[in-house]
């Protein structure tokens, strides 16, 4: 059974840095891409950030500059560096991770980052 397991969450004041983790465990296939998506309050989730196997990566564009992801392949793990953080970041953030053969996607639990002004 496919287990991720988030950590890293928490409160923090405006201009202050979060490093957000993710790991996966039950894993028997390879492991394709990985990344972050978040839902604030009273919002769609949206993607925040996305790394291939080979790391590839991609953010959006709110966060460009000063978040970070990147991911360990022999830990089966991704990470999430967020600097500069600003009150609209606050959410819950959310790990996935795809079958690198095939569509499925499997998500973690969610952890909450809340950054005040």
């Known amino acids: 059974q496919v287990q991720l397991v988030e950590s890293g969450g928490g409160l923090v004041q405006a201009g202050g840095s979060l490093r957000l983790s993710c790991a996966a465990s039950?894993?028997?296939?390879?492991?394709?891409?990985m990344g972050w998506h978040r839902q604030a309050p009273g919002k769609q989730r949206e993607s925040v950030a996305t790394?291939?196997?080979?790391?590839?990566?991609n953010y959006v564009l709110s966060v460009k500059g000063r978040f970070t992801i990147s991911r360990d392949n022999a830990k089966n793990t991704v990470y999430l560096q967020m600097n500069s953080l600003k009150p609209e970041d606050t959410a819950v953030y959310y790990c996935?991770?795809?079958?690198?053969?095939?569509?499925?996607?499997?998500w973690g639990q969610g952890t909450q980052v809340t950054v005040s002004s």
């Open positions: 039950g894993i028997n296939f390879n492991i394709g891409a």
């Open positions: 996935y991770l795809e079958r690198q053969l095939g569509p499925t996607r499997y």
């Open positions: 790394i291939t196997r080979g790391g590839g990566t």
